[in-house]
C-alpha cells in the first residue's frame, strides 16, 4: 500500500530507468572519449605546430644534418653524403 501512494505509474518506472541508463551511458562515453583524446600520441605537423620545414626527424638527411651540427662530420663529408642521398654528383651539392 505504501508502494502505490506517490502516484508513480508503469510508465513513470520505465522511464526513470531509461532515464537512468542514458545518464550513465553518457557519462563513460564522456569518460572513453576524454582518455581516448589525452592518451593519443601527439604528432607534431611541420605547418600545423610552427616548427620550419625540413626532412621529418629520423629521415636520413636530418640525421645527416644533426652530425654536421654536432661536429661528427665535416663540411666536404656533409656535402659529399648529402649529394650521395639526393642522387647527383658529388661535386654538385648545393648548386
Do not use: N
Amino acid at each position: 500500500m505504501f508502494w502505490y501512494d506517490h502516484g508513480v505509474s508503469g510508465w513513470g518506472w520505465f522511464a526513470m530507468t531509461v532515464s537512468m541508463v542514458v545518464f550513465w551511458a553518457l557519462i563513460i562515453a564522456v569518460i572513453v572519449l576524454l582518455f581516448r583524446t589525452l592518451a593519443r600520441p601527439q604528432h607534431g605537423g611541420g605547418e600545423h605546430t610552427g616548427r620550419q620545414k625540413g626532412p621529418p626527424p629520423g629521415h636520413a638527411e636530418h640525421i645527416l644534418a644533426e652530425r654536421y651540427a654536432r661536429g661528427e662530420i665535416d663540411e666536404e663529408e656533409y656535402a659529399r653524403r648529402l649529394a650521395t642521398l639526393r642522387g647527383s654528383p658529388p661535386g654538385s651539392a648545393g648548386k
